[in-house]
């Protein structure tokens, strides 16, 4: 089946700093990638959706000078968390979609702000 | 804006019994999917079973089977001869089919724990 890769798959960082979290498809094409946010024992919170080469759509209530998108190529999206603080302690999940109702989730990363 | 309302934070089941998770939800929309995905302890989310709102029949996946009451906006999940495997957080979903690749909006998720 689909591979989606996720990078680093656990972060520790220092309030302040930024950090970059890699979304791949292995061995297909997602055309639209979406991330998402979630906070211990609740759902999955939709962040953005990003679609190859353009700007990246954000949701309501969520910073899009904070939490950066590019989505260069058909096989990766980033998520930078810029001057993260303890508060953006969370686990980030990317999902890849395809055509139709097929798509397929990263297998997350755990960021904490200290 | 659509939503998804899963009643039922946490749910228990003995070992080799059956178990229904439920899940309503709200669309003015005509044609679209439903999803419930699965996530154990690693966090990975796993898709269960898959149902196009078009399709009268209910979906089943081995074990696992739905009750899509479009009518009535229903999906509930029925998991038949429960194994240890099975107890995780399992979300119910939704996705539109109006235009272009639409996002996933999950409900807030069922604890379900299997007791051998």
């Known amino acids: 089946g689909a591979v989606v890769s996720q990078h680093p798959s656990r972060v520790i960082c220092k309030s302040g700093t930024s950090v970059k979290i890699e979304c791949r498809s292995l061995d297909f094409q997602a055309t639209t990638m979406f991330w998402y946010r979630q906070f211990p024992k609740q759902s999955l919170m939709l962040m953005a959706t990003s679609n190859e080469g353009s700007k990246a759509t954000y949701e309501q209530g969520v910073e899009k000078d904070k939490f950066l998108i590019n989505h260069a190529s058909l096989t990766l999206s980033t998520l930078t968390v810029t001057s993260a603080h303890p508060e953006d302690s969370s686990f980030y999940i990317c999902?890849?979609?395809?055509?139709?109702?097929?798509?397929?989730f990263g297998p997350g990363t755990r960021l904490t702000v200290l | 804006a659509q939503t998804v309302t899963q009643s039922q934070p946490e749910m228990s089941v003995q070992e080799a019994e059956t178990v229904t998770l439920s899940c309503t939800y709200d669309t003015s929309e005509s044609d679209y999917y439903l999803f419930w995905y699965k996530q154990p302890p690693s966090r990975q989310m796993i898709l269960v079973i898959r149902?196009?709102?078009?399709?009268?029949q209910n979906a089943t996946e081995n074990r696992f089977s739905v009750n899509f009451q479009k009518a009535a906006k229903s999906f509930s999940l029925k998991i038949s001869d429960s194994q240890l495997g099975d107890a995780a957080m399992y979300f119910c979903a939704y996705r539109s089919t109006l235009s272009g690749n639409t996002p996933l909006v999950f409900g807030k998720g069922t604890r379900l724990s299997v007791i051998a």
């Open positions: 149902q196009e709102a078009y399709k009268q």
């Open positions: 999902r890849c979609g395809l055509a139709g109702a097929r798509g397929y």
